[in-house]
Each structure stands twice: as C-alpha cells, then as structure tokens.
C-alpha cells in the first residue's frame, strides 16, 4: 500500500518558473528521501532529509519537512525542460534500513 | 549513473512461468531492495537483503523470493507468473542508514 500521496497528481508550468510539490505521509519516519523518474525508467535520487531536520538544499531543489503536520514539500527553482519527469517521495519508517514506501507520485512537465 | 546495474532490460514472459531478474549493487554497499513499480503507481517494497540475509518484506506472496551472494549481488525469482506480475522491477542498493540508489529496471511483460 501507499504510505501518502504527492499533490498536485499532475503540475504544468513554464520554463523558468518554479515548482512546488507537496507530499503527506501516515506513520513516523526515520527519513524522507525525493526521487525523480524519467519515461518509467530508473528512479534517481534527488535528496533525504532526516527526520530532526527541518530544511534541506540541493541546488535548485529546496525540501522542507514538517513531521508534525506528516508532509513535506519539494521546491525545483528556475525550472528547465530537462526536469520533466515524475517526482516521488519516499519514506523510511522509525526502524530505518531503507524499506521505503512510496507516494503517488507528481508529473511534472515544464515547456518551453 | 548509479553503479547499480539491473538486467534484462525488457523480458516477456508467459503465464504459468518463472522469471529470475538480476541485480549488481553499488560498490560497497551492502543491502538490496526490491520493488515492484505498476504502470501509473509509485514503486512497492517487495523485500529486502542485508548481508545474504532476507531483511524485511513487504506484502507478496511467497513465489516471490530473493538471495542475496557474498558480492551483495541479488536475484529476484518469480515463480508461477500471472498477468499482474507485469510491471517495472526496480533494485535499489544502499549501505546502513543511507540513500538508497536505484537500477534502472527491468519490464516486465507477462502475457
């Protein structure tokens, strides 16, 4: 089963702008880790965020966690073509060990 | 790249059959997860292997199984196939409490 959901379901911006997505969770967690897929292919790892820690960046990507509210938001600043894709979150429960359970997902497509 | 490597790419089975898919983990990384990815769904933990051990699973049935060898390479078998098995199957390779790593899949068609 899924652990949370990644709103919005689907996001359409233009180049250059920024995108916000946003993803809620159901248990406790150890980490929170964002991946992004490309056309059904292998997952890559954007950023974790541990569970004490409440900002995170990497670049032009900006991750918040709120574990009182169980949600977390991923930022891509300056927005490019190449960062269409689908975006996921994951969650490693309170044991850790990296069994994660992940969101929905958000497709992202951004135009030129 | 990852350096963590999944083969076949792409594989069409037919029902009733087994699979075996392959994974290389990251160098020096020591534990390897699998995950079953539906078409429009995010991945699902099918089960985990820590140092040649099976470490936590998710909510499979058992013909699905795992090893893990010495070189922390791991095999996914899949035994008696049905339709629903068809998906993307991802490993990912992680070492103690940190990011996990991804391949980059294998589909699976099953008909």
């Known amino acids: 089963s899924q652990q949370g959901e990644e709103d919005p379901q689907a996001l359409s911006i233009q180049e250059g702008e920024n995108a916000t997505m946003n993803c809620s969770y159901k248990t406790s967690i150890n980490n929170l880790q964002w991946y992004r897929q490309n056309s059904g292919r292998g997952l890559v790892h954007l950023i974790l965020i541990r569970s004490n820690e409440r900002e995170k960046h990497s670049g032009r990507l900006r991750v918040t966690l709120d574990t009182s509210k169980k949600s977390s938001s991923l930022l891509i600043t300056a927005s490019r073509a190449a960062d269409t894709a689908s975006y996921f979150c994951a969650t490693d429960g309170t044991g850790g060990g990296n069994k994660l359970t992940f969101g929905t997902g958000t497709q992202l497509k951004v135009e030129l | 790249e990852t350096g963590v490597t999944q083969s076949p790419t792409h594989l069409i089975k037919t029902r009733g059959q087994q699979v075996t898919l392959r994974c290389s983990s990251q160098?020096?990384?020591?534990?390897v997860s699998w995950y079953q990815q539906a078409l429009g769904q995010g991945p699902q933990f099918i089960f985990q292997?820590?140092?040649?051990?099976?470490?936590g699973r998710g909510n499979f049935p058992p013909r699905f199984s795992g090893l893990q060898f010495p070189n922390y390479s791991s095999e996914l078998n899949v035994n008696a196939l049905e339709l629903d098995d068809s998906a993307l199957y991802l490993c990912?390779?992680?070492?103690?409490?940190?990011?996990?790593?991804f391949g980059q899949g294998t589909r699976l068609t099953v008909v």
């Open positions: 990912a390779s992680s070492l103690d409490q940190g990011s996990a790593f």
């Open positions: 160098s020096g990384h020591n534990t």
């Open positions: 292997y820590y140092r040649e051990e099976e470490n």
